[in-house]
């Protein structure tokens, strides 16, 4: 079992800035990736990354604004957002998984979510 607890969210006016922390107890896993929904909107992908590498992946759309990172030490995996839109308005999840992928069925384990409100 993985035990995933996000924290971090909040309201942000437009342009703004946020880091998103999941921190992760029990069991390791090979990869950690952060996906978000907004209402009505189907769950989406925004980035992964591998423990023991490093490697990451984005969401095309998200490149350049949002960076995943991760502090073995702390056994925490950050989500770095600047210059938040209102389209980046959601719940962020964090998951954990064997596979890195952009796909929300590859990953066994779930945190509760926190809010992201960016307002215009």
């Known amino acids: 079992q993985v035990q995933l607890v996000e924290s971090g969210g909040g309201l942000v006016e437009a342009g703004g800035s946020l880091r998103l922390s999941c921190a992760a107890s029990?069991?390791?896993?090979?990869?950690t990736g952060w996906f978000r929904q907004a209402p009505g909107k189907e769950r989406e992908f925004v980035a992964a990354?591998?423990?023991?590498?490093?490697?990451?992946i984005y969401a095309d759309s998200l490149k350049g604004r949002f960076t995943i990172s991760r502090d073995s030490a702390k056994n925490t995996v950050y989500l770095q957002m600047n210059s938040l839109k209102p389209e980046d308005t959601a719940g962020y999840y964090c998951?954990?998984?064997?596979?890195?992928?952009?796909?929300?069925?590859?990953?066994?384990?779930w945190g509760q979510g926190t809010q992201v409100t960016a307002s215009s």
């Open positions: 990354i591998f423990w023991t590498t490093g490697n990451t």
């Open positions: 029990g069991r390791t896993s090979r990869a």
């Open positions: 998951a954990a998984g064997r596979f890195g992928t952009p796909r929300s069925r590859d990953y066994e384990y």
